[in-house]
């Protein structure tokens, strides 16, 4: 027999609604559990009692079915599920997918973008493995306007603490009177790499963004929300297909 659990919480579990907007749907009477109209603090047997919201029947995903997210970082928020300095996580950002999906790999706190989160631990290991080919291009904004030097020294192996890094593709895309934007392609994520590498050539970075992994891109998607990827983008990033 399964567990009961709450109604309210039913509802989250199953992507439909939040608790306090399926509380207040059961205060007006719009829920029911096997044909009664439901009660605020209710159980419910998962699988076993039948929930109605406006006339539709609601069920959890499929168990066995895979969940791929992609997230819209905010700076801000740390890349785990849980933080002992009560600091907010991305956790908190993906509250609605209905089940528990974590980061495949990190973004630092004072960074932002495209974050890939699954309950697929094998895409999230082949992803996070050092010799994963899908690269990760990134938009640093420095301050300042680099030299040709520097521009050589930002895309050429490092020693980050006794590591030799792979080289970087950079290039600039735009300039302004106090900063560059610059696009930076790398197929490794040392931690804070970018940043330490930008350190080591006199440059300060003012914004970091994660806008792609590979052909999977972040797009348009609003700051702090996520969307579901496509069939396309699971296969591409599985290595089961060569383009999005």
């Known amino acids: 027999m399964s567990e009961q659990v709450r109604l309210a919480k039913y509802f989250t579990d199953c992507g439909v609604l939040s608790r306090r907007a399926a509380e207040e749907e059961i205060k007006k009477g719009r829920v029911k559990v096997n044909g009664t109209p439901a009660e605020l603090g209710q159980k419910i047997t998962p699988g076993e009692d039948v929930v109605e919201y406006g006339g539709k029947k609601i069920t959890p995903p499929k168990q066995a079915g895979k969940v791929y997210v992609m997230l819209n970082k905010p700076r801000g928020f740390v890349?785990?599920?849980?933080?002992?300095?009560?600091?907010?996580?991305?956790?908190?950002?993906?509250?609605?997918?209905?089940?528990?999906?974590?980061?495949?790999?990190?973004?630092?706190?004072?960074?932002?973008?495209l974050l890939l989160m699954t309950n697929d631990g094998e895409l999230a290991n082949r992803l996070t493995h050092p010799r994963h080919d899908i690269p990760k291009i990134y938009h640093v904004l420095v301050a300042g306007h680099p030299t040709t030097a520097q521009m050589t020294g930002l895309g050429s192996p490092a020693d980050l603490d006794g590591y030799i890094t792979q080289p970087i593709r950079v290039r600039k895309l735009a300039e302004g009177e106090h900063e560059t934007l610059l696009e930076m392609t790398l197929y490794e994520g040392r931690n804070r790499q970018i940043r330490r590498i930008c350190e080591t050539q006199g440059l300060r970075v003012k914004q970091l963004v994660r806008v792609a992994i590979g052909e999977v891109e972040l797009g348009d998607l609003p700051e702090g929300k996520y969307t579901r990827l496509t069939s396309n983008q699971i296969a591409y990033l599985k290595g089961e297909r060569d383009h999005v």
């Open 79 to 113: 890349t785990t599920m849980s933080d002992e300095k009560g600091r907010p996580t991305v956790a908190t950002l993906t509250k609605g997918v209905g089940t528990r999906v974590y980061p495949v790999g990190r973004l630092d706190m004072d960074s932002s973008g």
